[in-house]
């Protein structure tokens, strides 16, 4: 495939995949060996359409209505590289985060190599961070953290106490 085919290979995977929730897309655009850096956690590896639809399936699930718009995408040779934004609400509890109802805008980039007519490689980066942020969830994690820093130095400062009366009462 020329490098103009692949890029409309990935609008169209954007479009079916992640606008219309088209799982028979995965299937047929995603290559049964592929593998996938970025989609969730550090380091791990998605394989195949058989990891794949469980990633779409819980952002879809969290984020029902996400519409996602391709700002840039150009290829060459067998490599497409897509700058995108989305734009989408909170209303599942797929990420296992309560709904909170609010509005998210998310930008990313994903790079992917293809092969015979299908995604055989892909890396993706998007802001994770600023999702959980704009859900509430990473700053009530925040939150939490300082909560128990307070309680940590309020028992630190305790023992430092005992300490010092252990130390008297030894001497």
Do not use: C
């Amino acid at each position: 495939m020329s490098a103009k085919e692949n890029v409309a290979l990935m609008r169209r995977w954007f479009e079916e995949v992640w606008n219309q929730g088209k799982i028979e897309t995965v299937h047929e655009l995603l290559a049964e060996e592929a593998i996938g850096m970025g989609q969730g956690e550090p380091d791990v590896k998605v394989r195949g359409p058989a990891d794949f639809v469980p990633f779409v399936e819980r952002i879809r699930g969290a984020f029902p209505d996400i519409n996602t718009r391709i700002d840039d995408a150009f290829g060459a040779k067998d490599k497409v590289v897509v700058r995108w934004s989305a734009t989408m609400t909170h209303k599942g509890d797929h990420l296992g985060i309560p709904a909170s109802g609010k509005h998210v805008r998310i930008t990313g980039m994903t790079m992917v190599h293809i092969r015979n007519g299908q995604i055989v490689e892909g890396w993706d980066n998007w802001d994770q961070l600023a999702m959980m942020q704009q859900i509430g969830a990473y700053g009530q994690m925040a939150r939490i953290r300082r909560g128990n820093a307070s309680i940590n130095r309020f028992r630190i400062a305790g023992l430092k106490k005992q300490g010092r009366r252990f130390a008297q009462f030894a001497a």
